[in-house]
């Protein structure tokens, strides 16, 4: 169903070098400070305009002061618009003693993985639901059938105390006569 968005977040896109700024405060997020440049018209010239990127770090393995390469992925939260493809040089624990980051092949299998596991649970659900309303269709349909045997008997019994009455009224009335 959404294999077609996995299949366009493949396109290679360009890399980003960047220093993580924070990491820590949130799960699987950093912050990681970007170079840009602004040009200014007043002054004719570039200024250095740093931005800060929030960037999906899918094991929290970045730490403050590591060099990254990020590239723009597919969203994974509201700001969150890139993810980490790489360490370049990392500050204090060395790579070997943090978690791996993923690549980006392991990243597209886990993606796909999980939209199969979503399509796969939305059709068990699905299977789930049509079987609940079937049977709701059929304990209808038996209910109606039921609450139309009960009229028809309360029809009966009404019919068969209106033939009492009008019998006890004939009587009544044939007793009646041969008094009088």
């Given at each position: 169903?959404?294999?077609?968005?996995?299949?366009?977040?493949?396109?290679?896109?360009?890399?980003v070098?960047?220093?993580?700024?924070?990491?820590?405060?949130?799960?699987?997020?950093?912050?990681?400070?970007?170079?840009?440049?602004?040009?200014?018209?007043?002054v004719?010239?570039?200024?250095?305009?740093?931005?800060?990127?929030?960037?999906?770090?899918?094991?929290?393995?970045?730490?403050?002061?590591?060099?990254?390469?990020?590239?723009?992925?597919?969203r994974?939260?509201?700001?969150?618009?890139?993810?980490?493809?790489?360490?370049?040089?990392?500050?204090?624990?060395?790579?070997?003693?943090?978690?791996?980051?993923?690549?980006?092949?392991?990243?597209?299998?886990?993606?796909?993985?999980?939209?199969?596991?979503?399509?796969?649970r939305?059709?068990?659900?699905?299977?789930?639901?049509?079987?609940?309303?079937?049977?709701?269709?059929?304990?209808?349909?038996?209910?109606?059938?039921i609450?139309?045997?009960?009229?028809?008997?309360?029809?009966?019994?009404?019919?068969?105390?209106?033939?009492?009455?009008?019998?006890?009224?004939?009587?009544?009335?044939?007793?009646?006569?041969?008094q009088?």
């Amino acid at each position: 169903m959404a294999t077609h968005m996995v299949a366009a977040a493949k396109k290679t896109f360009h890399e980003v070098t960047g220093v993580v700024v924070k990491s820590g405060l949130m799960q699987k997020t950093a912050t990681v400070r970007v170079g840009n440049k602004e040009w200014n018209p007043t002054v004719q010239k570039y200024f250095k305009k740093p931005i800060n990127h929030l960037v999906h770090d899918p094991n929290d393995s970045l730490r403050a002061g590591d060099v990254v390469a990020i590239s723009p992925g597919w969203r994974t939260s509201r700001h969150k618009r890139f993810i980490v493809d790489r360490i370049i040089s990392p500050a204090g624990i060395p790579i070997e003693e943090r978690p791996p980051v993923p690549t980006k092949e392991e990243r597209w299998a886990e993606a796909l993985a999980k939209r199969a596991a979503k399509d796969e649970r939305r059709a068990v659900v699905k299977e789930a639901r049509s079987a609940q309303e079937m049977e709701e269709a059929s304990s209808r349909r038996e209910a109606r059938k039921i609450a139309k045997r009960l009229a028809k008997k309360a029809v009966a019994e009404q019919d068969d105390a209106v033939r009492q009455a009008e019998e006890l009224m004939r009587a009544e009335e044939a007793a009646a006569q041969k008094q009088s």
